[in-house]
């Protein structure tokens, strides 16, 4: 319907039913922002009450994970670890001077010097071998002190031995004095400070030449196989590198707890404390030191602190961060966005203060999904109504519109039962009066009379077929009937009141009998309706053309005339009831709008239908379409 249509009156009710919709709309949208709202507020709220739960329960189980390394650092200051433990990190034990790592490979060199060495029972030879230049004699005093029952002064004389050997170029007898040393018959021993195993392996490997025997000396250095210091360790590396080839660095990773060690040697060795713990950065990375001593004896765990916190941040879409006192991050993620839930060190205890967020915060998504139902339901909820007002004032209008046409009909009938009704009257006291100037004259009146009187009746017959019609118990008598028999009847009834004017109904039709199977009756009503139309709205059009013939197995009767002819947007609605066009308006023409209706009623009663072919200007030819009468019968 265009807007123009729309502000027709009645303005007032059309205001009033947009309000009440625009307010009811603006509610509705209006809560809905605030469900939105509050939904989002709570969800906020949810997910900050998660994340506090999720830190109290990082806090307890970094508190359980601490504590429990705690004991094992406790059992195993007494009973040393089983090969290979602890699983991450390193265990140093410190018992009566001495050092041992666990798993050992994870210590490649370490600070502490090695004890000195008692060499006063090599004095003897070594002035033979240095001072008199004696090889042989030394050779000789070696060889004795090499059968000694003493591991450290074995190792020292073979070494030695091996070394006079060497010089003097008896090979095979150095490389024999090496292999001694090498098959464990000096257990640790060291000389000078280096493992006297390293020494006779590296001297193996030279007289060998072998790089596979380097290669797998390089393997043993890097399995920590010999305690060694810095200096040590990277001398036999380097070493063995040259001898095997293979200058492949060793990986940073390999060399970092022992890094570790050494830069915090002093805190390790020398803090007494009989527990402690402590985080230290070596290399821009955090490492947690952690130890339990008793008197004599002292256990260090040196690990990364993300390892202790792995289960404690395994909450999954929460950024979990362990922060040291200086901010600095020394476990998982902390995200910069939002709420985070934060456990201070002071008050959980914990040598780290956590921070847990979430990067999802507050819009989970849950409540993604939520908002999108409620958006939905609130989107729904606004077209109903607005979808509800446009069909209720569409219905107000249509009732109004129907009640304007009614009344519009009421006026119209009343008009055409006055005339006919007037001229009955005036006609009736003349004659009753005997104020008739001539026989003749009375004659003309009782005429129109009768005339009038059958126009009377038809009209109160029209429109109560109508009415039965309209309430669907209308009967019809259906007969054979010859199309051009009841064109010239209805054709024939109107020529007595257009004659005068001067007007004339020509028919004209198929030669041939057009049979058509029809209420009489009715059909007459229906084309009489037509010829009237054609007669009152084309009033300047002297000829009306009725014709009949057969269309594509059908019979079409149709009434033209070259009258002001009919809109396009009027073609449909002329059919209903009480709807009158703009030609009615043009001519001033008064009627009930109900003649074209009752038209469509019978013809499709009938079976057939009735079509319009009109432009403005230039005349319209309304026909009617019946099934032909021989195959109804
Ligand atoms: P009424 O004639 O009482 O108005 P109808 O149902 O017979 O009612 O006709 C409906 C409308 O159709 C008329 O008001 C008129 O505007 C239009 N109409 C019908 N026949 C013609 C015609 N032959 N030429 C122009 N307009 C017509």
């Known amino acids: 319907m265009p807007l123009r249509e729309w502000l027709k009156p009645p303005r007032k009710l059309l205001a009033i039913l947009s309000l009440v919709t625009l307010v009811s709309v603006s509610?509705?949208?209006?809560?809905?922002?605030?469900?939105?709202?509050?939904?989002?507020?709570?969800?906020?709220?949810?997910?900050?009450?998660?994340?506090?739960?999720?830190?109290?329960?990082?806090?307890?189980?970094?508190?359980?994970t601490l504590a429990e390394a705690g004991e094992r650092l406790g059992t195993w200051l007494i009973v040393p670890p089983p090969e290979g433990k602890p699983d991450e990190g390193l265990l140093l034990v410190m018992a009566d001077g001495n050092l041992s790592a666990s798993p050992r490979q994870r210590l490649l060199y370490r600070p502490d010097p090695a004890p000195p060495a008692d060499d006063a029972a090599f004095n003897d030879a070594e002035v033979l071998e240095f001072q008199q230049a004696a090889p042989g004699r030394a050779i000789e005093a070696y060889r004795r002190?090499?059968?000694?029952?003493?591991?450290?002064?074995?190792?020292?004389?073979?070494?030695?031995?091996?070394?006079?050997?060497?010089?003097?170029?008896?090979?095979?007898?150095?490389?024999?004095?090496?292999?001694?040393?090498?098959?464990?018959?000096?257990?640790?021993?060291?000389?000078?400070?280096v493992p006297a195993g390293l020494i006779a392996r590296h001297a193996l490997s030279e007289f060998s030449g072998s790089t596979a025997d380097a290669a797998l000396l390089k393997q043993d250095l890097l399995r920590g196989r010999w305690p060694l210091t810095r200096g040590q360790f990277e001398y036999y590396r380097s070493e063995a590198a040259r001898l095997s080839g293979d200058d492949a660095a060793v990986p940073p990773a390999a060399t970092a707890i022992s890094d570790v060690v050494a830069q915090?040697?002093?805190?390790?060795?020398?803090?007494?404390?009989p527990r402690g713990q402590t985080t230290?950065?070596?290399?821009?990375?955090?490492?947690?030191?952690?130890?339990?001593?008793?008197?004599?004896?002292?256990?260090?765990?040196?690990?990364?602190?993300?390892?202790?916190?792995?289960?404690?941040f395994a909450t999954r879409d929460v950024d979990s961060a362990a922060v040291d006192g200086e901010g600095r991050v020394v476990a998982g993620r902390r995200s910069a966005n939002g709420y985070a839930a934060v456990r201070t060190s002071a008050e959980t205890h914990l040598p780290w203060t956590l921070y847990m967020s979430s990067p999802q915060f507050p819009s989970a998504a849950g409540m993604v999904a939520r908002q999108r139902f409620l958006l939905l339901v609130v989107t729904l909820t606004i077209s109903f109504l607005i979808a509800g007002a446009y069909f209720i004032a569409r219905a107000i209008r249509g009732d109004l519109a129907v009640a304007r046409m009614q009344s519009d009909f009421v006026s119209a009938v009343s008009?055409?039962?006055?005339?006919?009704?007037?001229?009955?009257?005036?006609?009736?006291?003349?004659?009753?009066?005997?104020?008739?100037?001539?026989?003749?004259?009375?004659?003309?009146?009782?005429?129109?009379?009768?005339?009038?009187?059958?126009?009377?009746?038809?009209?109160?017959?029209?429109?109560?077929?109508?009415?039965?019609?309209?309430?669907?118990?209308?009967?019809?008598?259906?007969?054979?009937?010859?199309?051009?028999?009841?064109?010239?009847?209805?054709?024939?009834?109107?020529?007595?009141?257009?004659?005068?004017?001067?007007?004339?109904?020509?028919?004209?039709?198929?030669?041939?009998?057009?049979?058509?199977?029809?209420?009489?009756?009715?059909?007459?009503?229906?084309?009489?309706?037509?010829?009237?139309?054609?007669?009152?709205?084309?009033?300047?059009?002297?000829?009306?053309?009725?014709?009949?013939?057969?269309?594509?197995?059908?019979?079409?009767?149709?009434?033209?005339?070259?009258?002001?002819?009919?809109?396009?947007?009027?073609?449909?609605?002329?059919?209903?009831?009480?709807?009158?066009?703009?030609?009615?308006?043009?001519?001033?023409?008064?009627?009930?709008?109900?003649?074209?209706?009752?038209?469509?009623?019978?013809?499709?009663?009938?079976?057939?239908?009735?079509?319009?072919?009109?432009?403005?200007?230039?005349?319209?030819?309304?026909?009617?379409?019946?099934?032909?009468?021989?195959?109804?019968?």
């Open 145 to 193: 002190l090499a059968e000694s029952t003493i591991p450290a002064v074995r190792a020292g004389a073979l070494v030695r031995l091996a070394r006079v050997l060497r010089k003097t170029k008896q090979v095979a007898e150095a490389r024999a004095a090496y292999l001694r040393v090498k098959d464990g018959e000096v257990g640790d021993a060291r000389v000078g400070g």
């Open 264 to 273: 915090n040697w002093q805190l390790i060795s020398q803090d007494d404390a």
């Open 415 to 633: 008009h055409e039962f006055r005339s006919p009704l007037t001229s009955i009257r005036q006609l009736s006291e003349l004659l009753a009066s005997d104020r008739v100037p001539s026989e003749g004259r009375r004659h003309v009146y009782y005429e129109t009379l009768l005339r009038e009187s059958i126009r009377l009746q038809r009209l109160v017959e029209a429109l109560l077929n109508f009415g039965r019609m309209e309430a669907g118990v209308r009967r019809y008598r259906f007969e054979l009937l010859d199309t051009a028999a009841l064109v010239a009847r209805v054709a024939a009834e109107f020529e007595p009141q257009i004659s005068a004017s001067g007007r004339h109904i020509r028919i004209d039709g198929c030669e041939d009998a057009c049979k058509i199977h029809v209420d009489p009756e009715a059909l007459s009503v229906a084309l009489r309706n037509l010829v009237d139309n054609a007669l009152k709205y084309a009033p300047d059009c002297p000829t009306i053309e009725v014709q009949w013939g057969i269309e594509r197995a059908q019979v079409a009767i149709s009434v033209r005339d070259s009258g002001p002819g009919i809109p396009a947007s009027e073609k449909r609605a002329i059919f209903q009831k009480f709807i009158r066009g703009s030609a009615a308006e043009a001519a001033n023409v008064k009627g009930s709008g109900v003649g074209l209706a009752m038209v469509h009623h019978i013809v499709a009663a009938h079976g057939g239908n009735v079509t319009l072919a009109s432009e403005p200007g230039a005349g319209s030819v309304f026909t009617i379409l019946l099934p032909l009468g021989a195959e109804r019968v």
């Open 280 to 312: 230290v950065w070596v290399d821009d990375h955090p490492w947690f030191l952690i130890w339990r001593s008793v008197p004599g004896r002292k256990a260090v765990l040196i690990v990364r602190p993300e390892s202790l916190l792995i289960a404690a």
């Open 27 to 64: 509610a509705l949208a209006w809560f809905g922002w605030k469900l939105l709202d509050q939904e989002r507020a709570v969800e906020a709220q949810r997910a900050r009450e998660r994340l506090e739960q999720t830190a109290d329960r990082a806090v307890a189980i970094a508190r359980g």
